[in-house]
Protein backbone atom coordinates (compact mmCIF):
# COMPACT_ATOMS: atom_id res chain seq x y z
CA UNK A 1 0.00 0.00 0.00
CA UNK A 2 0.80 3.38 -0.18
CA UNK A 3 1.52 3.64 3.61
CA UNK A 4 2.35 1.70 6.84
CA UNK A 5 -1.12 0.35 7.68
CA UNK A 6 -2.11 -1.06 10.83
CA UNK A 7 -4.67 -3.48 12.58
CA UNK A 8 -7.05 -3.66 14.09
CA UNK A 9 -7.33 0.05 14.29
CA UNK A 10 -9.39 -0.11 17.84
CA UNK A 11 -9.30 -3.04 20.06
CA UNK A 12 -11.17 -3.15 23.61
CA UNK A 13 -9.72 -6.08 25.55
CA UNK A 14 -10.41 -7.29 28.99
CA UNK A 15 -7.60 -7.69 31.38
CA UNK A 16 -5.60 -10.22 30.87
CA UNK A 17 -6.43 -11.22 27.67
CA UNK A 18 -4.14 -11.53 25.43
CA UNK A 19 -3.86 -9.44 21.96
CA UNK A 20 -1.77 -9.37 18.88
CA UNK A 21 -1.62 -5.78 16.72
CA UNK A 22 -0.51 -5.84 12.89
CA UNK A 23 1.89 -3.47 11.42
CA UNK A 24 2.34 -3.79 7.30
CA UNK A 25 5.13 -1.49 6.53
CA UNK A 26 5.71 0.48 3.16
CA UNK A 27 6.82 -2.07 0.88
CA UNK A 28 10.52 -2.35 0.69
CA UNK A 29 11.19 -0.88 3.92
CA UNK A 30 14.03 -2.56 5.67
CA UNK A 31 13.59 -0.77 9.48
CA UNK A 32 10.50 -1.29 11.25
CA UNK A 33 9.96 0.60 14.84
CA UNK A 34 7.03 -0.47 17.13
CA UNK A 35 6.27 2.83 19.93
CA UNK A 36 3.72 3.33 22.20
CA UNK A 37 2.02 6.46 22.97
CA UNK A 38 -0.46 6.81 26.67
CA UNK A 39 -2.65 9.62 26.22
CA UNK A 40 -0.96 13.68 26.70
CA UNK A 41 2.02 12.08 25.79
CA UNK A 42 4.78 11.75 22.80
CA UNK A 43 5.20 8.24 21.68
CA UNK A 44 7.84 6.33 23.03
CA UNK A 45 10.27 3.41 21.48
CA UNK A 46 9.38 -0.14 22.23
CA UNK A 47 11.16 -2.27 19.61
CA UNK A 48 13.31 -1.86 16.51
CA UNK A 49 13.85 -4.29 13.67
CA UNK A 50 15.98 -4.39 10.26
CA UNK A 51 14.69 -6.97 8.30
CA UNK A 52 13.50 -9.73 10.04
CA UNK A 53 16.25 -9.17 13.17
CA UNK A 54 14.75 -7.31 15.99
CA UNK A 55 18.36 -5.31 16.58
CA UNK A 56 16.55 -3.30 19.77
CA UNK A 57 14.22 -4.17 22.12
CA UNK A 58 15.37 -1.97 24.71
CA UNK A 59 11.79 -0.26 25.06
CA UNK A 60 9.61 -3.26 25.83
CA UNK A 61 7.89 -2.56 29.01
CA UNK A 62 7.66 -6.13 30.38
CA UNK A 63 8.64 -9.91 29.29
CA UNK A 64 4.36 -9.86 28.46
CA UNK A 65 5.43 -7.23 25.51
CA UNK A 66 6.70 -9.59 22.08
CA UNK A 67 7.18 -8.27 19.11
CA UNK A 68 8.35 -10.31 15.52
CA UNK A 69 8.91 -9.90 12.10
CA UNK A 70 9.57 -13.40 10.68
CA UNK A 71 10.07 -12.77 6.65
CA UNK A 72 11.10 -8.62 7.06
CA UNK A 73 8.24 -7.86 5.76
CA UNK A 74 4.65 -7.69 8.05
CA UNK A 75 5.36 -7.13 11.86
CA UNK A 76 3.39 -8.56 15.29
CA UNK A 77 3.43 -6.54 18.66
CA UNK A 78 1.60 -9.16 20.78
CA UNK A 79 0.59 -7.91 24.11
CA UNK A 80 0.10 -11.23 26.70
CA UNK A 81 -1.54 -10.97 29.68
CA UNK A 82 -3.09 -7.46 29.34
CA UNK A 83 -3.23 -5.11 31.93
CA UNK A 84 -5.13 -1.37 31.96
CA UNK A 85 -2.00 0.33 31.98
CA UNK A 86 -0.98 -1.25 28.29
CA UNK A 87 -3.79 1.07 27.46
CA UNK A 88 -2.66 3.38 24.68
CA UNK A 89 -1.81 3.88 21.21
CA UNK A 90 -0.08 1.47 19.82
CA UNK A 91 2.49 2.80 16.41
CA UNK A 92 4.10 1.16 13.86
CA UNK A 93 6.71 3.17 11.66
CA UNK A 94 8.68 2.32 8.84
CA UNK A 95 11.48 3.76 6.55
CA UNK A 96 13.26 2.46 3.55
CA UNK A 97 16.56 1.99 5.26
CA UNK A 98 18.51 2.81 8.57
CA UNK A 99 21.31 5.15 6.49
CA UNK A 100 21.27 9.27 6.58
CA UNK A 101 18.76 10.97 5.04
CA UNK A 102 15.82 7.88 5.40
CA UNK A 103 12.56 9.51 6.50
CA UNK A 104 10.38 7.38 8.83
CA UNK A 105 6.63 7.07 8.60
CA UNK A 106 4.36 6.35 10.80
CA UNK A 107 1.01 4.39 10.28
CA UNK A 108 -2.36 5.69 11.80
CA UNK A 109 -2.15 3.46 15.14
CA UNK A 110 -4.05 0.69 17.08
CA UNK A 111 -5.71 1.88 19.63
CA UNK A 112 -6.03 -0.62 22.90
CA UNK A 113 -8.20 -0.09 25.82
CA UNK A 114 -8.11 -2.71 28.61
CA UNK A 115 -11.10 -2.86 30.68
CA UNK B 1 15.70 10.30 27.80
CA UNK B 2 13.84 13.10 25.50
CA UNK B 3 17.20 14.81 23.69
CA UNK B 4 15.11 17.94 22.73
CA UNK B 5 13.77 20.88 25.05
CA UNK B 6 10.46 22.63 22.98
CA UNK B 7 7.35 25.11 24.52
CA UNK B 8 4.63 23.30 25.47
CA UNK B 9 2.37 25.33 23.58
CA UNK B 10 1.85 27.93 21.53
CA UNK B 11 -0.87 30.30 19.89
CA UNK B 12 -1.27 32.05 16.29
CA UNK B 13 -3.91 33.54 14.22
CA UNK B 14 -4.71 32.55 10.55
CA UNK B 15 -2.20 33.68 7.47
CA UNK B 16 0.85 34.12 10.60
CA UNK B 17 3.61 32.81 10.16
CA UNK B 18 4.44 30.70 13.31
CA UNK B 19 8.02 29.74 14.67
CA UNK B 20 8.74 26.84 16.91
CA UNK B 21 12.18 26.97 18.76
CA UNK B 22 13.77 23.23 19.79
CA UNK B 23 17.11 23.48 21.50
CA UNK B 24 19.34 20.25 21.73
CA UNK B 25 22.30 21.31 23.61
CA UNK B 26 23.19 17.17 23.28
CA UNK B 27 23.20 16.94 19.67
CA UNK B 28 25.37 14.61 18.29
CA UNK B 29 27.98 14.55 15.39
CA UNK B 30 25.52 11.95 13.22
CA UNK B 31 22.10 13.55 14.44
CA UNK B 32 19.70 15.00 12.12
CA UNK B 33 16.94 17.07 13.01
CA UNK B 34 13.82 15.82 12.23
CA UNK B 35 9.87 17.36 12.70
CA UNK B 36 6.48 15.66 12.83
CA UNK B 37 2.85 16.70 12.83
CA UNK B 38 0.36 14.89 15.26
CA UNK B 39 -3.27 14.98 14.76
CA UNK B 40 -5.48 14.19 17.47
CA UNK B 41 -6.35 10.27 16.55
CA UNK B 42 -3.69 9.74 14.02
CA UNK B 43 -0.14 8.93 13.40
CA UNK B 44 2.71 11.59 13.42
CA UNK B 45 3.40 12.88 9.69
CA UNK B 46 6.52 14.35 8.65
CA UNK B 47 7.36 17.78 8.22
CA UNK B 48 10.80 18.02 7.36
CA UNK B 49 14.27 17.03 8.14
CA UNK B 50 18.02 18.64 8.11
CA UNK B 51 20.92 18.88 9.16
CA UNK B 52 22.49 22.41 9.10
CA UNK B 53 21.74 25.44 7.49
CA UNK B 54 18.45 25.54 6.77
CA UNK B 55 16.20 23.08 4.40
CA UNK B 56 12.68 24.53 3.12
CA UNK B 57 9.79 22.27 1.39
CA UNK B 58 6.34 23.34 0.26
CA UNK B 59 4.81 23.08 3.82
CA UNK B 60 7.68 24.55 6.34
CA UNK B 61 11.42 25.61 6.51
CA UNK B 62 14.04 24.73 8.85
CA UNK B 63 16.35 27.04 10.20
CA UNK B 64 19.74 25.22 11.97
CA UNK B 65 22.37 27.56 13.00
CA UNK B 66 26.37 26.32 12.60
CA UNK B 67 26.26 25.36 16.57
CA UNK B 68 23.29 22.94 15.76
CA UNK B 69 21.99 22.76 18.98
CA UNK B 70 18.73 24.53 18.26
CA UNK B 71 16.16 24.48 15.39
CA UNK B 72 13.47 26.71 14.46
CA UNK B 73 10.54 25.30 12.81
CA UNK B 74 8.61 27.60 10.50
CA UNK B 75 5.10 27.60 9.41
CA UNK B 76 4.35 30.43 6.37
CA UNK B 77 0.57 31.77 7.06
CA UNK B 78 -0.70 29.15 8.87
CA UNK B 79 -4.28 27.68 8.96
CA UNK B 80 -6.93 26.64 11.96
CA UNK B 81 -5.98 23.10 9.92
CA UNK B 82 -2.39 23.70 11.07
CA UNK B 83 -3.65 23.18 14.93
CA UNK B 84 -1.73 20.23 16.02
CA UNK B 85 0.77 19.12 17.95
CA UNK B 86 4.64 19.63 16.89
CA UNK B 87 7.60 17.38 17.45
CA UNK B 88 11.34 17.97 17.50
CA UNK B 89 13.22 14.78 17.28
CA UNK B 90 17.03 14.67 16.86
CA UNK B 91 18.33 10.82 16.16
CA UNK B 92 21.66 8.81 14.56
CA UNK B 93 20.56 8.68 10.70
CA UNK B 94 24.25 7.28 10.19
CA UNK B 95 23.28 3.74 10.52
CA UNK B 96 24.18 1.64 13.60
CA UNK B 97 22.07 -1.23 15.18
CA UNK B 98 19.58 1.00 16.09
CA UNK B 99 18.30 4.09 14.03
CA UNK B 100 15.44 5.35 16.48
CA UNK B 101 13.88 8.94 17.57
CA UNK B 102 12.96 9.78 20.79
CA UNK B 103 10.32 11.75 20.99
CA UNK B 104 9.82 14.81 23.67
CA UNK B 105 6.47 16.14 24.57
CA UNK B 106 5.81 18.71 21.52
CA UNK B 107 4.66 21.62 21.09
CA UNK B 108 0.91 22.05 20.78
CA UNK B 109 -0.18 25.01 17.93
CA UNK B 110 -3.09 26.19 18.87
CA UNK B 111 -4.60 28.49 15.55
CA UNK B 112 -7.29 30.60 16.04
CA UNK B 113 -9.36 32.84 13.40
Known amino acids: GAGVSQSPRYKVAKRGQDVALRCDPI?????LFWYQQALGQGPEFLTYFQNEAQLDKSGLPSDRFFAERPEGSVSTLKIQRTQQEDSAVYLCASSLGFSSGNTIYFGEGSWLTVV | LAKTTQPISMDSYEGQEVNITCSHN???????ITWYQQFPSQGPRFIIQ???TKVTNEVASLFIPADRKSSTLSLPRVSLSDTAVYYC??????????????FGTGTLLAVQP
Open chain 2, 26 to 32: NIATNDY
Open chain 1, 27 to 31: SGHVS
Open chain 2, 50 to 52: GYK
Open chain 2, 89 to 102: LVGDRGGGATNKLI
